[in-house]
């Protein structure tokens, strides 16, 4: 299996501008995490999924942020608009049969908003 | 939170010796987690401790858990340079896993 896919590995964009991540999950798994990591906070929760349904959004900082999920094999989470301070490592995670078991990370997408 | 907190933030050794990290968290958990981190990549899963077991191994990784005292270490024995990354431990309760900030191997060859 080819892991956990995500696009683009890195991103500069502007302040104000929308930024798209995408995440492919292994396939077969019915859990997916997003995670932001910073130096500051490390890694922190921002929302899962199962069965492509959201089940806990409560780590999605602001309103500027929302994730999608139509369907098995595709995830996306969405900054609009963008600011410095939501520059960070995003990483995407999928994982078979239980919320709380081995997680499979993507090599995730560093965004730097200017 | 039951966030796990590694302890050194940052160790350094020479090659062929053991590393010993710790994690302390908060809460009761159902399972306990290692992961490593190499620089700019994602994060790997090393090992699932449950909470009713106290020791784990894997290949070159120990690992132990104390729920009374709400603490894990992880010990890498006959370290090597490739062992150097970011290891961080995570808690799972009945919510998806919480990850600490992580302590910084370095093994110097």
């Known amino acids: 299996d080819a892991g956990v896919i995500q696009s683009p590995r890195h991103e500069v964009t502007e302040m104000g501008q929308e930024v798209t991540l995408r995440c492919k999950p292994i396939?077969?798994?019915?859990?997916l995490f997003w995670y932001r990591q910073t130096m500051m906070r490390g890694l922190e929760l921002l929302i899962y999924?199962?069965?492509?349904?959201?089940?806990?959004d409560s780590g999605m900082p602001e309103d500027r942020f929302s994730a999608k999920m139509p369907n098995a094999s595709f995830s996306t989470l969405k900054i609009q608009p963008s600011e410095p301070r939501d520059s960070a490592v995003y990483f995407c995670?999928?994982?078979f049969g239980q919320g709380s078991g081995e997680l499979f990370f993507g090599e995730g997408s560093r965004l730097t908003v200017l | 939170s039951q966030q796990g907190e590694e302890d050194p933030q940052a160790l350094s050794i020479q090659e062929g010796e053991n590393a010993t990290m710790n994690c302390s968290y908060k809460?009761?958990?159902?399972?306990l987690q290692w992961y490593r981190q190499n620089s700019g990549r994602g994060l790997v899963h090393l090992i699932l401790?449950?909470?009713?077991?106290r020791e784990k191994h894997s290949g070159r990784l120990r690992v132990t858990l104390d729920t009374s005292k709400k603490s894990s270490s992880l010990l890498i024995t006959a370290s090597r340079a490739a062992d150097t990354a970011s290891y961080f431990c995570?808690?799972?309760?009945?919510?998806?896993?919480?990850f600490g900030k992580g302590t910084r191997l370095s093994v110097i060859a």
């Open positions: 396939s077969g798994h019915d859990y």
């Open positions: 995570a808690t799972a309760g009945n919510t998806p896993l919480v």
């Open positions: 809460t009761s958990i159902n399972n």
């Open positions: 999924f199962n069965n492509n349904v959201p089940i806990d």
């Open positions: 995670a999928s994982s």
């Open positions: 401790i449950r909470s009713n077991e």
